[in-house]
């Protein structure tokens, strides 16, 4: 899976804006990247259990960042949607004693867009969601969390995302495309 953060966008802060699968990393640094949530794993001794290991590949290579006893927040039905794999039965197979069945086949790239407004201010509402209602093809579910009213903001001063966005493509440079399209629009909450 990639991540994008607002500072892939030269916003300030750092948060998880995007999520996209599959990982656009090479071969190699993906086995790197795995390679070390394999023995962070082992290190703090987690067995019979799912992981949860966030990290981040930069340019000396990856870096972990969270390992925990558990599935990671919208996994699952990102999994789901790209590989057909629901982390949650895998999950119930280990819990009773078996094997996980993990067959790796990607049938869509699957993104999951988290935008911030750039300012604090009251939830006005989001033209940004409007347009991609219609216009992004691929358009899977929209999540709006704010209250017209509801004070929102960016991440770096404590908020969480108004709204998200799930988008899936048989082509992840058409996703990719479409997911940069969305979080560079300055316009896509209006707050006061």
Not at 27 to 37: D, N, P, R
Request: charge should be negative; include cysteine.
């Amino acid at each position: 899976m990639g991540i994008w953060t607002n500072m892939d966008f030269d916003q300030v802060g750092f948060a998880h804006i995007a999520r996209l699968v599959p990982s656009s990393l090479s071969t190699e640094q993906q086995g790197e990247a795995f390679a070390l949530a394999e023995s962070s794993v082992r290190a703090i001794g987690l067995a019979n259990c799912i992981a949860h290991v966030e990290i981040v590949v930069g340019d000396n290579g990856p870096k972990l960042l969270e390992v925990a006893a558990r599935v990671g927040g919208g996994r699952n039905a990102l999994m789901e949607r790209a590989f057909g794999i629901s982390l949650i039965e895998q999950y119930a197979r280990v819990l009773e004693g078996h094997d996980p069945e993990i067959v790796h086949v990607l049938s869509n790239s699957v993104a999951v867009i988290s935008p911030f407004p750039l300012k604090a201010g009251n939830y006005l509402g989001s033209p940004g969601i409007e347009r991609v209602k219609r216009n992004c093809a691929g358009l899977e579910a929209v999540n709006v969390r704010a209250k017209v009213g509801e004070r929102v903001g960016p991440a770096h001063e404590g908020f969480l995302p108004p709204s998200s966005i799930t988008l899936t493509s048989e082509a992840r440079f058409e996703l990719e495309t479409t997911v940069r399209s969305i979080l560079s629009d300055q316009d896509f909450y209006s707050v006061g």
